[in-house]
Nanobody, 114 residues
Framework: VQLQASGGGLVQAGGSLRLSCAASGLIFSPNTMGWYRQAPGKQRELVAAITTGGSTNYADSVKGRFTISRDNAKNTVYLQMNSLKPDDTAVYYC?????????WGQGTLVTVSS
């Protein structure tokens, strides 16, 4: 599966951005699609994930501010990010995972200025 992420950019603290990730190619179902992020000098961490059935999981640091959703017909996952903080600055990566595979997108940079 190929993953194409988009929607990153520069935003002021308190602002919002929406990331999108479109999957193409050989897509197996069920799968879990997720967003991870990696800030400079830090390890990559899970931000949010959503299963084919719609179950979601969020990092504690983004609960109540970020919302993950997916459109299975379009093979696309979204991350709505509100009330952004400078600590949210990172490269955001899209991931698609099944029980036997894991695929990554190219990453999109989110920069939150104070």
């Amino acid at each position: 599966v190929q993953l194409q992420a988009s929607g990153g950019g520069l935003v002021q603290a308190g602002g919002s951005l929406r990331l999108s990730c479109a999957a193409s190619g050989l897509i197996f179902s069920p799968n879990t699609m997720g967003w991870y992020r990696q800030a400079p000098g830090k390890q990559r961490e899970l931000v949010a994930a959503i299963t084919t059935g719609g179950s979601t999981n969020y990092a504690d640091s983004v609960k109540g501010r970020f919302t993950i959703s997916r459109d299975n017909a379009k093979n696309t996952v979204y991350l709505q990010m509100n009330s952004l903080k400078p600590d949210d600055t990172a490269v955001y990566y899209c991931n698609s995972k099944t029980t036997w595979s894991s695929s990554w997108g190219q990453g999109t940079l989110v920069t939150v200025s104070s």
